[in-house]
Antibody, heavy 120, light 110 residues
Framework: EVQLVESGGGSVQPGGSLRLSCAAS????????MHWVRQAPGKGLVWVSR????????NYADSVKGRFTISRDNAKNILYLQMNSLRAEDTAVYYC?????????????WGQGTMVTVSS | QSVLTQPPSASGTPGQRVTISCSGS????????VNWYQQLPGTAPKALIY???QRPSGVPDRFSGSKSGTSASLAISGLQSEDEADYYC???????????FGGGTKLTVL
């Protein structure tokens, strides 16, 4: 079964750091581009970041550029999101999503999400 | 951050046909394909339509998508109670170099 499982969420104070993980199974992880998408409580979906299959290229939303780093370990089938200098406005459920082969910016598989709360 | 424009809400009765619009610009919908996602209450989003009008396997043909210029729309025919959900459009934006989502449309089945 094709599956994405996020972990690493939790509560952190403003200015703190967290690393999210997304474990992939049921498909050849290294051949797929991967994305992170977040959703603040009661709000809509917001794209965060993208990484290509071999990890050689990344993109970020302006709101997280310079603070968040996306990476992947294709040997372990894990996607990461390192989040530094966290702010209250980063509070959200964070989803990892697989990019469809046919169109790299369509998300065909989503994880269940992990909650990040930034509060003092 | 810019978003694609969707109506915040839509509604219909069982069996009806409803459409949800998504308006963008030349840097996103005008140049790139549009994707649609369904988010049932309390769950993760699910792919509904990709590349403007393609349905992933398992998505009923009651769902269809179209695109014209800088706008797109999602149509749901034969509305069912289980279609009650939030619907989001999305497209790559060449200016922002990232994916833009619409604000979401909450569909209520009356």
């Amino acid at each position: 079964e094709v599956q994405l499982v996020e972990s690493g969420g939790g509560s952190v104070q403003p200015g703190g750091s967290l690393r999210l993980s997304c474990a992939a199974s049921g498909f050849t992880f290294s051949t797929y581009w991967m994305h992170w998408v977040r959703q603040a409580p009661g709000k809509g979906l917001v794209w965060v970041s993208r990484i290509v299959g071999d990890g050689s290229a990344t993109n970020y939303a302006d709101s997280v550029k310079g603070r968040f780093t996306i990476s992947r370990d294709n040997a372990k089938n894990i996607l990461y999101l390192q989040m530094n200098s966290l702010r209250a406005e980063d509070t959200a459920v964070y989803y990892c999503a697989r990019a469809a082969v046919a169109t790299r910016n369509a998300f065909d598989i989503w994880g269940q999400g992990t909650m990040v709360t930034v509060s003092s | 951050q810019s978003v694609l424009t969707q109506p915040p809400s839509a509604s219909g009765t069982p069996g009806q046909r409803v459409t949800i619009s998504c308006s963008g610009s030349s840097s996103n919908i005008g140049r790139n394909t549009v994707n649609w996602y369904q988010q049932l209450p309390g769950t993760a989003p699910k792919a509904l339509i990709y590349s403007n009008n393609q349905r992933p396997s398992g998505v009923p043909d009651r769902f269809s998508g179209s695109k014209s210029g800088t706008s797109a729309s999602l149509a749901i025919s034969g509305l069912q109670s289980e279609d009650e959900a939030d619907y989001y459009c999305a497209a790559w934006d060449d200016s922002l170099n990232g994916v833009l989502f619409g604000g979401g449309t909450k569909l209520t089945v009356l």
